[in-house]
């Protein structure tokens, strides 16, 4: 099966530090890739649409200068959080596709923890 | 917009006793729908999917869930439970159009006794 991987597992930062979070998808090619935040205990929000070559897609609410998306290639979508808060931290997962109509799979996640 | 609804927050059932987690969704057309389990600290496995066909759908480890139109329901269920079952099961529908982009109910917890 597809197989996504997220890179780190957790991290730790000092506030005010930026912190990259790396999604790839290693045995496709993923034209699209998505982006959740989990808060504990709660479900998954998505915060971004990434599509490679173009600009993400923001949903309502998500600041995009301070979580910026990057999809230079079809393997490979980063999530970095700029000048990080400790309301930032938080679980995040991101999901790749080979399209619209393709399901998504899954990554492992990315425990934020800012102090 | 739609909207998936798991009205159950916490549920405990006992080791061999059978399941079901409600799920139900707002949708306008034919939804694609989705069955994930989470364990603590750990991403998101699929159970199960629907696109289309056999409203009656088999999943991993024991897992089926039932489309159900008229009742815009797709409810998980297992026979006999393992205590290895413990975990947050959510239910996602698929935006009009794509399987990719989910949106998420807010989860049932699933404890088993032994």
């Known amino acids: 099966g597809a197989v996504v991987s997220q890179h780190p597992s957790w991290v730790i930062c000092k506030s005010g530090t930026s912190v990259k979070i790396e999604c790839r998808s290693l045995?496709?090619?993923?034209?699209?890739m998505f982006w959740y935040r989990q808060f504990p205990k709660q479900s998954l929000m998505l915060m971004a649409t990434?599509?490679?070559?173009?600009?993400?897609?923001?949903e309502q609410g998500v600041e995009k200068d301070k979580f910026l998306i990057n999809h230079a290639s079809l393997t490979l979508s980063t999530l970095t959080v700029t000048s990080a808060h400790p309301e930032d931290s938080s679980f995040y997962i991101c999901?790749?596709?080979?399209?619209?109509?393709?399901?998504?799979?899954f990554g492992q996640g990315t425990r934020l923890t800012v102090v | 917009a739609q909207s998936v609804t798991q009205p159950d927050i916490h549920i405990t059932v006992s080791e061999g006793a059978s399941l079901e987690l409600r799920c139900n969704y707002s949708?306008?057309?034919?939804?694609?729908l989705f069955w994930y389990v989470q364990s603590p600290g750990q991403g998101l496995q699929l159970l199960l999917k629907?696109?289309?066909?056999?409203?009656l759908v088999q999943g991993i480890k024991g897992f089926e869930a039932e489309f159900k139109r008229s009742q815009s329901s797709f409810n998980l269920r297992k026979p006999s439970v393992h205590w290895s079952d413990a975990a947050e099961y959510f239910c996602?529908?698929?935006?009009?159009?794509?399987?990719?982009?989910?949106?998420f109910g807010t989860g049932t917890r699933l404890q088993v006794t032994l």
């Open positions: 999901s790749a596709s080979l399209g619209a109509e393709g399901e998504a799979f």
């Open positions: 045995d496709f090619q993923a034209t699209t």
């Open positions: 990434s599509n490679e070559g173009s600009k993400a897609t923001y």
């Open positions: 949708y306008g057309a034919t939804p694609y």
């Open positions: 629907y696109f289309s066909g056999d409203t």
């Open positions: 996602a529908v698929g935006d009009p159009g794509t399987a990719s982009k989910l949106t």
